[in-house]
C-alpha cells in the first residue's frame, strides 16, 4: 500500500472510531432521558395521589397536618409539573434517537469504505470524494442533533470497550446466517 493511502485509511480509521462512539453515545443519552421521564412521571402519579389523600383526610376532618402535607406535596407537584413543561425529555429523547439512526447509516458507510479500500476496488480519488461525502454528512448530523453528556459517553465507553456491543464472534455471526454463508460449520 503507497503512503497516502495509508494515511487516507488511518483517518477513515479515525472516523469510524468517532462515528461509532457518537452513534452509541446518543444512544446512551436517550436511554438516560427516558429513564428519566419514566421516574418523573411515576413521580408525579404518587405526588399526586398523597396530595389528593392529604386533602381528603383534610376535608374528612383529620386535622391541619394532613392540610400541611397536601400543601408541600401539592406544591413539589407544582415544581416538578412546570419542569416537565420547559423542559420535554420525551422530544429530546427522540432527538437523541434520530440523531443515533442518522449516525449509524455514515457509521456503516465508513465501514463500508474502509472494507473498498482494504480489497483494492475503488481508486484513491473515489475514496477521498466519499470520504469528502461522509464528512458533510456527519456534520450535518452534528449540527442537528442535541448534545451529548459525559454520563452518556461514560455508559457508551462502558458498552463498547467492557460490554464489547458492537463485537461478535463467528459463531454468534453464523448463527445468524444461512448455512452456506457459515465460516464455522
Given at each position: 500500500m503507497d503512503k497516502p493511502i495509508?494515511?487516507?485509511?488511518?483517518q477513515l480509521r479515525e472516523c469510524y472510531g468517532r462515528a461509532?462512539?457518537?452513534?452509541?453515545?446518543?444512544e446512551k443519552c436517550a436511554d438516560i432521558l427516558l429513564t428519566r421521564l419514566s421516574r418523573i412521571k411515576l413521580l408525579q402519579i404518587v405526588l399526586s395521589a398523597v396530595t389528593t389523600g392529604?386533602?381528603?383526610?383534610?376535608?374528612?376532618?383529620?386535622?391541619?397536618?394532613?392540610?400541611?402535607?397536601?400543601?408541600?406535596?401539592?406544591t413539589a407537584l407544582l415544581v416538578l409539573n412546570a419542569y416537565t413543561k420547559n423542559y420535554d425529555l420525551g422530544e429530546l429523547a427522540q432527538k437523541h434517537k434520530q440523531a443515533a439512526n442518522d449516525i449509524?447509516?455514515?457509521?456503516?458507510?465508513?465501514?463500508s469504505l474502509l472494507t473498498d479500500l482494504a480489497a483494492e476496488v475503488k481508486t484513491k480519488e473515489e475514496i477521498q470524494a466519499e470520504r469528502d461525502r461522509l464528512v458533510?454528512?456527519?456534520?450535518g448530523v452534528y449540527?442537528?442533533?442535541?448534545?451529548?453528556?459525559?454520563t452518556a459517553y461514560s455508559k457508551a465507553q462502558e458498552a463498547l470497550k467492557h460490554n464489547e456491543d458492537m463485537t461478535f464472534s463467528d459463531a454468534?455471526?453464523?448463527?445468524?446466517?444461512?448455512?452456506?454463508?457459515?465460516?464455522?460449520?
Open positions: 495509508v494515511f487516507i485509511e488511518g461509532v462512539y457518537s452513534h452509541k453515545t446518543h392529604s386533602f381528603l383526610t383534610s376535608i374528612l376532618g383529620s386535622g391541619k397536618e394532613a392540610a400541611v402535607v397536601g400543601v408541600i406535596v401539592s449509524w447509516l455514515i457509521r456503516e458507510q465508513y465501514l458533510v454528512a456527519l456534520h449540527a442537528g442533533s442535541p448534545s451529548t453528556t459525559y454468534e455471526i453464523d448463527a445468524f446466517l444461512p448455512n452456506e454463508l457459515r465460516r464455522g460449520s
